[in-house]
C-alpha cells in the first residue's frame, strides 16, 4: 500500500525552473538580456546570479525574493533551514551590523524565510522606494562573513525553539509540512537542527549561497534598466558585488524521500491514549507547470471538492464512516504545495479511515469517474489549480521560470470538459502516482495496518544542548598527558562521569549502546592528491571485519576472523600479521559509537585529562590507556555531548609514533543511534589528511530490541 | 526624530503599499447590501468577506454570542439546499428546539433526554447538512470559515472570477432560507468557547465590574459578563438572524482578480431584494457622565491589580484611538507602563484596552489595568495621576512615531494575506461606519490628535475596581 517516490519528483518544477546551477558568472557590466517574458526581464548580474524584473507600474509596494538552488536535500539535514536563517537573522554586533531582518524591520517591511527540497529563498516585502535599501541590506548580508560561533548559537537555538513550539502546537500539520519536506518526522528533524555544527553551516553557505545559484527577483515599479543598475552596482554593497569566497564544490543529496503511507504519533500519557486523534491527509499539488497539470488537479477534483463531495465522500458514506468532517486547507514549502484535509476521529476509527482513503483512491481507476463527476469537479479545476498561487511571494518567485499562463491550464480544463471520460484516465493515474499520506496524531498505532510510519512530533528528551555537567571527579588542568596511566579497573569505569553518560545519551542511550554489536557502512575517503575510495564494511565488535576498498576500479578485500586475517587483492592474497590485524581493528574501535558502547559495557575507562574551549567550542577530552589502545582521547563537546575528535598516539614496528586525529561532524540519526557521517583525519599534525563521507551506516545489534 | 518620521511615513507607505493599485469601490446593490470592490489584476483568485454585526448590541439579552452561533450554522444549509422534506424537518426542529429547552432547565429529566435523541436522529433522515458546502466547493468557493472580528462576525472564502455569479446567489439563498440547523450544539460550542475566555481572563471580573460601575443596563454590561446558558428558541434565533443579516447591516469586500464592471452587474442580479425585515431603529442608551469616582473591589485575583476605566465619546474614527492605545502601552514598552514602573518598580505590568467591550456604535470604555506584585497600596492614584500628566501635554513625535511603527508593522504582518486583508476591511467597515473603508494602512495620527482625544478622555472622572487575592 506504501509507495515511495523521490522528492525531486515533487519539487521538479523548481529543478527545471530554478537558477542556474553551474553558470560561469559573466564579467562586469557584461549583462546579457536573455528572454522578455511579457512583463518581465531576465537578466544576469556580473557575479552570475539570476535577475528577474517584473514592472508593475503604479503598485506601491515591492517584492524582492532571493533565493538559492540549495535545498534541504543536500549536505546535511537541517544545514540548509539553518543557513538561510543565518543570512536573515544573524548579526554582527562587533562591528554594528544588524542582522538583515532588523534592517528590513527598520525599513518598515517584512522578511520570512521559505526552505524546500530544492530551492530556499528570503522573501522581502518593502515599500516601492525602499527596495533599493532592502537590496542593499540583502548584499550587505549575503556578503558577511561568516557569524561567530556565539551568534551561530543564537540563531540555531532560536530555530530549534520556534520549531519545536510549531510542532508541539500543531503537531499534524508540522508533520504535514515536514513530510513535503521528505523528513520522517518532528523528533529526527529538531534534532538534525540542534546537531549542525557552526562549521557545517559555513560549509553550506560556502557552497550553496552562491551567485551562480542565486536568482533575484524584484516585482516593483521600476524600470529593468534602473533595477540591474541599482542591483549590480559597482560601488557600495550590492547583490551584484557580491562573490563566492571559495572555489564552487558539490554536495551530496541525501536521500530524502515523501513516504507515502499512514503515519503515526501515538499519545505518550495514558490518559491522552482515549482522546480523539488529529487526522491530516496530505495531497501535494500538482505544479501548474508540469505536464498534464490540468488532467491531475481535475482528477483530484473527482475525488475531492475540499473534503466534501467527490469519489471521497461516497466511498465514507458506504463505509459508515458518514459522519467524518474534513476541513480543507494548505501547507507549502518553497518547492511544493499539498491540499491537506484535517479532521478528528477516535483511535479506533483511524485505520477505517485510512483505508477508506485509500479505497477512494483506488477507485478512480477502477471505477472511471463518471460525466457528472468531471463536470462537477471542472467547475472547481482553475480554484484548486490557483491555490498555489494565491500569494505574491509564491507569484513572484514563479518568474524565474517560464512557466505557462493560468490560461494554459484553462485551456487543457476547458478541452477536458468535451473530451470523454476516458481522457481523465492520465489524470487519474498521474494523481495516484503523487505521493500521499495520512498523519495521524494520538491513540494507539492500529496493529491491523501494514507498514504504519511510526513518528515523534518533538524530541522527547531536550533537544537543546543540556547544560554542561559538573566534573566529577575534577578535572585535571595539565593539558599535556603525563606517562600513561595504569589501566582503570571496572570499578574506575563506573565511577561517575556525567560527560561520559552525557555522550552516551546524545548517542542513542546506555541501553541501545550496550546492544551495539557492529555495522555495515558505505563510505567515500578522500585524501589530498588521491583518487578517490570506496569503503564498505561490515564490522562485529568481536573483531570479524570484511572490509573492500575500491579504487580506480581495483578492490582490496580484507577478512578479519578471530587471530587470522587476509587481504586480497584480484588473484593476489596475503595473510596479514597479528599488527595489521590489530591496527585495522583499532580504526573499527576508535568509532565514537564503538568507543561509548565499550564504556557502558565495562570494557573501557576513561579519565578526565581537561577541559577547554577548541575553536569557540567547549570541550571535555577524556584518555583512556584501555583496550588495545596505547593512549587515546576523546573530545566531546560539553553542549551537545557529541564526540567531535577522537585523538590517537601508536608506537610502529620501528619505534616512530604516529598521532592520529579523528574529527567526527554530521550526526544523523540512524534508528535509536545517532551516528556521525564525516571525518577528517588528519595524520601526524597534518602530515596526511583525508575526509570520508558516509552514505550508508546501519548498526548491528547483539540481541533485537523487544 | 526626523529619521523616525521618515521611518514612519514611509511605513505608512509600505502599508498603503500592501494594497491592489486600485482602491476599493464602493457599490450598493439594490437590495441594500453594501460592496467593496477592489479588483487586483496581479491577484489570481477573487477574496471574499461578508462582515455582520456579531457583538451584545445586536445579540438579544441572555444569549450574547447568538448572531456569531447563527453565522456558523448558517454555512450548513437552508430550506432549499440540504433539505430532503423540508416541511417535515421544520416541525422536527422545532420539536427538538424544545426538547433541548426542557432538557437544559432540568438536566435530570430523562424523557426531555430522550426527545432530544429522537427528533436529533429525525432531523439528521430529513436534512444533508453537507449539501450547502458541496454547492459552495462546486460553485466554487474554497475554505469558506466564520471568525469573530472585534465586535463583527466575519465569514470569509475566495473564489474565482467565473465563480462570483454562483457564490453570490449561495450568498443570497443563505441569507434567505436560512434552515438554522444544529442550533443548540453550535450554541454550546459558542458559549464554551466563551467561557474558556472568561476563564482563561484573570482580570474578567474587574472589568466586568468596571462596566458595571459605568455602563449598567447597556449591551456592554451583557457583553462583559459570563454567558448565560439558556438555549436561544428557535424564532429568537430567527430575528436575530434577520436582524444581523439585513443588508443594511451587512458589508462585503472582494478583493482579487475580477472585471469591476461586469462584477458590478452580477452583484445588481443576485442581490435584488430581501424579503428580511427592516431592522428597528432602536435608540441606544446613552450613559450618564460620571459625577464622580466610582470604586468597587473583586476577589480572587491572582496578583492585586487595579482596571481603572473612563467612558469615551462615541468615535468616527478608531485610527486615533488604537495609536493613543499604543503610546501609552505596547507590550512592555509605552510611556505609562515606563511612568508606572519608575513609580513602583519593574514588576508592575501595565495594559491598556479601547474601546473595551468592543461594540459597533456604542459607548464602551478606555480601560487601564495595572497589576503590581508588591501590592495595592497607592496604585489607583498612581495610575490615576500618570494618566493625568500623559494627557497633559501632546506625546513626543518619535515616539507616537515608533509606537505607530510597531503598530503598522502589525497590521502588515495581517494584511499580507489577501483575504485576511478583505475581511479586516470588512469587518472595519461594520465596525465604524461612518470610517471610510480603506485597504490602506492606517494613518499616522499627529500628536494633537491625539493629545485632544486623551486630554478629553481622560480627564473625565474614572470607575476604578481593585482585585485582590
Given amino acids: 500500500m506504501t ?62 525574493q532571493v533565493g538559492v538552488a540549495a535545498g534541504a536535500v543536500l549536505f546535511a539535514p537541517g544545514a540548509a533551514e539553518l543557513a538561510v536563517h543565518v543570512v536573515a537573522e544573524a548579526g554582527d554586533a562587533a562591528n554594528s551590523r544588524p542582522s538583515l531582518r532588523r534592517r528590513i524591520e527598520q525599513l518598515g517591511g517584512l522578511l520570512q524565510v521559505h ?94 549561497w552562491r551567485p551562480e545559484l542565486t536568482t533575484v527577483v524584484l516585482a516593483a515599479a521600476a524600470e529593468p534598466a534602473a533595477a540591474l543598475a541599482e542591483l549590480d552596482a559597482e560601488a557600495g554593497a550590492s547583490i551584484g558585488a557580491w562573490r563566492a569566497a571559495t572555489p564552487p564544490t558539490p554536495m551530496a543529496l541525501i536521500d530524502r524521500r515523501f513516504d507515502s503511507g499512514l503515519w503515526w504519533s501515538p499519545a505518550t500519557a495514558p490518559a491522552a491514549a482515549a482522546a480523539p486523534c488529529q487526522l491530516a491527509v496530505v495531497m501535494p499539488l500538482p505544479d501548474p507547470a508540469e505536464p498534464r497539470a490540468a488532467d491531475e488537479i481535475l482528477a483530484l477534483g473527482c475525488l475531492t471538492l475540499e473534503g466534501v463531495g467527490g469519489r471521497l465522500e461516497r466511498v465514507f458514506a458506504d463505509r459508515g464512516l458518514g459522519q467524518v468532517r474534513w476541513q480543507a486547507t494548505t501547507v507549502a514549502t518553497a518547492d511544493a504545495t499539498a491540499l491537506v484535509l484535517r479532521t478528528e476521529a477516535p483511535g479506533e476509527q483511524v485505520a477505517t479511515i485510512w483505508r477508506a482513503l485509500a479505497a477512494a483512491r483506488a477507485s478512480l481507476q477502477s471505477v472511471q469517474p463518471s460525466r457528472s463527476e468531471i463536470d462537477l469537479a471542472r467547475v472547481r479545476a482553475p480554484l484548486l489549480a490557483r491555490l498555489q498561487l494565491l500569494d505574491d511571494g509564491v507569484r513572484a518567485r514563479r518568474l524565474r521560470s517560464d512557466d505557462p499562463s493560468m490560461d494554459a491550464i484553462d485551456r487543457r480544463l476547458a478541452e477536458l470538459a468535451t473530451a470523454g471520460p476516458e481522457a481523465l484516465r492520465e489524470g487519474v493515474d498521474r494523481l495516484l502516482a503523487r505521493p500521499f499520506a495520512c498523519i495521524a496524531v494520538g ?23 543540556p547544560a554542561a555537567a559538573t566534573p566529577s571527579p575534577s578535572p585535571t588542568p595539565a593539558a599535556t598527558a603525563a606517562a600513561p596511566a595504569a589501566p582503570a579497573t571496572a570499578s574506575a569505569a563506573a565511577r561517575p562521569q556525567p560527560w561520559l553518560e552525557q555522550a552516551a545519551a546524545a548517542a542513542g542511550g546506555a541501553a541501545a549502546l550496550r546492544r551495539l554489536d557492529g555495522w555495515r557502512s558505505r563510505a567515500e575517503t578522500r585524501a589530498e592528491a588521491a583518487p578517490a575510495l570506496l569503503d564498505e564494511q561490515e564490522w562485529r565488535r568481536d573483531g570479524a571485519l570484511t572490509r573492500t576498498r575500491t579504487v580506480l576500479g581495483e578492490s582490496l578485500q580484507t577478512k578479519l576472523a578471530g587471530d587470522g586475517g587476509t587481504e586480497r587483492l584480484g588473484a593476489v592474497a596475503r595473510q596479514l600479521d597479528a599488527a595489521a590485524i590489530a591496527t585495522a581493528r583499532r580504526e573499527l574501535r576508535r568509532h565514537p559509537l564503538a568507543l561509548l558502547a565499550a564504556h557502558v559495557r565495562g570494557e573501557l575507562a576513561f579519565r578526565t585529562v581537561t577541559t577547554g ?70 595524520r601526524d599534525d597534518g602530515v596526511q589528511r583525508a575526509a570520508t563521507a558516509w552514505t550508508a551506516w546501519t548498526p548491528v545489534f547483539a540481541d533485537p530490541a523487544k | 526624530m526626523r529619521r523616525r518620521r521618515r521611518e514612519a511615513a514611509a511605513l505608512a507607505a509600505l502599508l498603503a503599499a500592501m494594497l491592489p493599485a486600485q482602491a476599493p469601490a464602493p457599490f450598493t446593490a439594490p437590495d441594500g447590501t453594501r460592496f467593496l470592490l477592489a479588483p487586483d489584476p496581479s491577484a489570481v483568485a477573487v477574496h471574499w468577506a461578508v462582515a455582520s454585526p456579531g457583538d451584545a448590541a445586536h445579540d438579544p439579552p441572555g444569549h450574547e454570542g447568538l448572531s456569531l452561533t447563527l453565522v456558523h450554522t448558517s454555512l450548513l444549509g437552508t430550506w432549499h439546499t440540504g433539505s430532503r422534506d423540508h416541511e417535515r424537518e421544520h416541525e422536527a426542529l422545532m420539536w427538538l428546539d424544545e426538547a433541548w429547552q426542557r432538557m437544559l432547565r432540568d438536566p435530570r429529566d430523562a424523557t426531555a433526554a430522550d426527545d432530544v435523541k429522537r427528533w436529533d436522529e429525525q432531523t439528521r433522515e430529513l436534512a444533508d447538512p453537507r449539501a450547502f458546502l458541496r454547492r459552495m466547493a ?109 443588508p443594511s447591516a451587512t458589508v462585503h469586500v472582494l478583493l482579487g482578480d475580477f472585471d469591476l464592471a461586469a462584477t458590478r452587474t452580477t452583484l445588481a442580479r443576485a442581490f435584488a431584494a430581501t424579503l428580511l425585515p427592516l431592522p428597528p431603529q432602536t435608540p441606544g442608551i446613552a450613559p450618564q457622565p460620571l459625577a464622580g469616582v466610582r470604586r468597587s473591589s473583586v476577589r ?57 467591550p468592543e461594540l459597533a456604535g456604542e459607548t464602551t470604555l478606555l480601560v487601564v489595568e495595572a497589576a503590581d506584585p508588591k501590592g495595592l497600596a497607592g496604585l489607583a492614584d498612581d495610575v490615576l495621576a500618570a494618566c493625568r500628566d500623559l494627557a497633559a501635554s501632546p506625546p513626543p513625535a518619535a515616539e507616537l512615531d515608533a509606537s505607530h511603527r510597531a503598530r503598522l508593522r502589525r497590521w502588515l504582518a495581517g494584511n499580507r494575506d489577501p483575504r485576511a486583508q478583505a475581511a479586516a476591511v470588512a469587518a472595519q467597515a461594520v465596525a465604524w461606519p461612518k470610517q471610510p473603508a480603506s485597504l490602506a494602512a492606517p494613518d499616522t495620527p499627529t ?23
Avoid at chain 1, 527545471?16 to 536573455?34: F, K, L, M, V
Avoid at chain 2, 468615535?315 to 484611538?321: F, P, Q, Y
Fill in chain 1, 613 to 682: 574551549e577548541a575553536a569557540d567550542r567547549r570541550l571535555a577530552v577524556l584518555e583512556t590507556n584501555d583496550g588495545g589502545f596505547e593512549r587515546l582521547r576523546m573530545h566531546i563537546d560539553v553542549e551537545s555531548g557529541l564526540v567531535r575528535a577522537v585523538e590517537s598516539w601508536e608506537t610502529m614496528p620501528d619505534g616512530s609514533v604516529v598521532h592520529l586525529h579523528e574529527a567526527w561532524q554530521d550526526y544523523r540519526p540512524v534508528g535509536v543511534l545517532r551516528a556521525p557521517f564525516h571525518r577528517l583525519t588528519t
Fill in chain 1, 443 to 465: 491513540g494507539a498505532i492500529a496493529s491491523d495496518v501494514p507498514d504504519v510510519h511510526a513518528f515523534q512530533p518533538t524530541p522527547t528528551a531536550p533537544s537543546a544542548p
Fill in chain 2, 447 to 469: 500628536p494633537a490628535a491625539v493629545h485632544d482625544l486623551l486630554r478629553t478622555v481622560l480627564t473625565r472622572q474614572a470607575a476604578i475596581v481593585e482585585g485582590t487575592p
Fill in chain 1, 115 to 208: 526552505v524546500g527540497p530544492l530551492t530556499c529563498w528570503l522573501d522581502i516585502r518593502v515599500a516601492a522606494d525602499a527596495w533599493p535599501a532592502a537590496a542593499k541590506a540583502v548584499g550587505e548580508a549575503l556578503a558577511a562573513a561568516p557569524p561567530t560561533r556565539a551568534e551561530f548559537e543564537r540563531v540555531r537555538r532560536d530555530v530549534v525553539a520556534a520549531r519545536t513550539a510549531a510542532l508541539t502546537d500543531d503537531p499534524a500539520g508540522g508533520m504535514a509540512r515536514l513530510l513535503l519536506l521528505g523528513e520522517s518526522g518532528g523528533d529526527r528533524y529538531v534534532r538534525a537542527l540542534a546537531d549542525r555544527d557552526a562549521s557545517e553551516v559555513t560549509t553550506f553557505l560556502a557552497r550553496g
Fill in chain 2, 300 to 356: 480572587g485575583v491572582a496578583t492585586p491589580a487595579v482596571a481603572v476605566g473612563w467612558l469615551l465619546p462615541l468615535l468616527a474614527n478608531g485610527d486615533t484611538l488604537a495609536a493613543a492605545c499604543g503610546w501609552l502601552a505596547d507590550g512592555d514598552d509605552g510611556a505609562l507602563v515606563r511612568r508606572l514602573r519608575q513609580a513602583r518598580g519593574n514588576d508592575c505590568r501595565v495594559t491598556v484596552s479601547a474601546p473595551w
Fill in chain 2, 138 to 246: 462546486a460553485a466554487p468557493a474554497w475554505r469558506p470559515e466564520v471568525q469573530s472580528i472585534g465586535p463583527t462576525t466575519v465569514l470569509t472564502l475566495s473564489t474565482t472570477r467565473a465563480g462570483i455569479a454562483a457564490v453570490a446567489a449561495m450568498l443570497v439563498e443563505r441569507r434567505e432560507d436560512q434552515a438554522m440547523r444544529d442550533l443548540p450544539r453550535t450554541w454550546l460550542r459558542t458559549l464554551e468557547e466563551r467561557n474558556r475566555v472568561h476563564a482563561g481572563d484573570p482580570h474578567r471580573a474587574m472589568r466586568a465590574e468596571l462596566v458595571a460601575l459605568t455602563l449598567a443596563g447597556t449591551p456592554a454590561e451583557r457583553a462583559a459578563r459570563l454567558p448565560d446558558p439558556a438555549l436561544p428558541p428557535r424564532d429568537v434565533a430567527a430575528a436575530t438572524w434577520a436582524l444581523t443579516q439585513h
Fill in chain 1, 3 to 64: 509507495r515511495r517516490s523521490h522528492l525531486a519528483a515533487i519539487g521538479l518544477l523548481a529543478a527545471c525552473a530554478g537558477a542556474p546551477t553551474n553558470s560561469p558568472a559573466t564579467g562586469a557590466g557584461n549583462a546579457d538580456a536573455a528572454t522578455a517574458a511579457v512583463g518581465r526581464t531576465t537578466t544576469r548580474l556580473r557575479n552570475g546570479a539570476t535577475l528577474v524584473v517584473q514592472r508593475v507600474p503604479g503598485r506601491p509596494q515591492a517584492v524582492l
